[in-house]
């Protein structure tokens, strides 16, 4: 019986058709994590591992910059277990404001600011929700999801070059040129600022330029900001917003870096009314609204005071540790391609090296870093073996969840693997 049980089984299994498309791969960094698993046999987090291919922060206070104390707990009474408002709590959507509108001396309001859960699903809304004669510039080099947001949304969109020869930070203009674009077509940039992965950013008059081109007719821009307050001071592109209610300006924030709270899951979009209408009307049927405890977690991430110290705070800290493993990173003789934003270093190894086999060697030791080839926004999103990415050579390491105390033996480890790798590599040391 048994038998003849597992023979139909089988039998059904090669029958069976998924209803779900198999077109739906993981986002790079995920691949790395479940790489990283197999190789060394538990996963990127637990003890014993080093999470140089993490992209989140510390999440506990920068006691040496005067960094606030985290929230360690939020009321919860009978109203947070109605249903939650399908655009944010009240309570939320004012706290952002006046996030923005102290520091940038911007004017919006609570009606120009939508909640969701993380910045990540912001960001998919707007994608999904773009109408079809809209599209999108990214550039050549990106945070690995936007690939799979662009793909899965069927959003089309054009690459804007990255390389040594531009530093990695193309002008304002290459991504709205209309060389090759069809009449009637509006354009919609995809920025993270400051970038993810090279930490290269637009600031001052640069970011005013890039803003003003957004706001004429035909054109717009969504500004990922979850890197803001890593730049010195903060940068936001709605300081140079003219005219939101009339634009097509779309600035991503989240409470995951700056506010060092990834797993609260709050993210928001702050763009015209017209637009957050669309979106809390998507949220209504299609999301449901954000869970009222992280909202009223994020509120007081959000309390002015407390604000002011961690900008403060994330600013010392991070430039700090920006400038000790860059400088480390050059005296090994890699290329370092970093800006002055962000907790990446963009880095460059010796010809001859790949950051695949890095990486590889990394696993063994219980170490990662992210290989550009998966940020890089041209790859085949069924990421397609046969393609060869020009970045072959370039990765992302992150100093972002790192404790100050373990740089030495950060470097140490890292500096152990790299040079075992030049000398079998037959690299001219």
């Excluded at 790079?28 to 080093?50: C, P, Q």
């Excluded at 730049?231 to 700056?258: M, R, Y």
């Excluded at 373990?406 to 152990?416: A, G, K």
Aim: aromatic residues 12%; proline residues 6%.
């Amino acid at each position: 019986m048994a038998g003849e049980s597992g023979g139909e089984d089988e039998s059904k299994s090669d029958q069976f058709e998924s209803f779900l498309s198999d077109n739906c791969p993981p986002m790079g960094i995920y691949e790395t994590l479940y790489a990283f698993a197999d190789s060394f046999g538990s996963f990127m987090g637990t003890e014993g591992t080093h999470p140089w291919s993490q992209g989140f922060p510390l999440t506990t206070p920068l006691d040496k910059f005067g960094g606030p104390e985290l929230p360690t707990s939020v009321e919860v009474t009978w109203e947070d277990r109605f249903y939650p408002k399908a655009w944010g709590h009240p309570s939320l959507r004012e706290a952002v404001v006046e996030f923005y509108n102290s520091r940038y001396g911007s004017t919006i309001t609570p009606e120009n600011v939508m909640i969701f859960a993380g910045g990540r699903p912001g960001i998919y809304t707007v994608m999904a929700f773009l109408k079809e004669h809209v599209k999108v510039k990214i550039g050549n080099i990106e945070w690995p999801a936007y690939l799979d947001i662009l793909t899965q949304t069927n959003t089309e969109y054009d690459i804007v070059t990255f390389s040594k020869e531009n530093n990695f930070h193309p002008n304002n203009t290459e991504y709205f040129d209309r060389a090759g674009v069809a009449d009637g077509t509006a354009l919609m940039p995809v920025i993270s600022n400051p970038q993810n992965p090279s930490g290269q950013t637009r600031s001052g008059e640069e970011l005013k330029e890039l803003i003003a081109i957004a706001e004429q007719p035909g054109n717009g821009i969504l500004l990922d900001e979850a890197y803001e307050m890593f730049h010195s001071p903060s940068v936001s592109g709605i300081e140079f917003v003219q005219d939101l209610d009339n634009s097509n300006v779309f600035i991503a924030g989240a409470c995951t870096k700056g506010l060092q709270s990834p797993g609260i899951r709050i993210g928001w979009i702050v763009a015209s009314k017209t637009n957050i209408e669309t979106m809390a009307n998507y949220s209504s049927f299609g999301m449901g609204g954000v869970s009222h405890p992280s909202q009223h977690y994020a509120v007081k991430l959000l309390e002015p005071e407390r604000v002011k110290k961690a900008r403060k705070a994330i600013e010392g800290h991070y430039n700090w540790q920006r400038e000790r493993y860059g400088k480390a990173f050059e005296e090994m003789g890699l290329g370092v391609f970093t800006g002055n934003g962000g907790f990446y270093h963009w880095l460059e190894l010796p010809e001859e090296m790949t950051s695949a086999e890095l990486n590889e060697r990394l696993f063994k030791r219980g170490a990662a870093i992210l290989c550009a080839s998966d940020c890089d926004m041209a790859r085949p999103h069924s990421k397609d073996p046969s393609y060869q990415s020009p970045y072959t050579r370039f990765f992302r390491f992150s100093f972002g969840p790192l404790l100050p105390e373990t740089f030495e033996s950060d470097m140490q480890l890292f500096r152990e693997v790299y040079e075992e790798y030049k000398l079998d590599a037959g690299v001219d040391c």
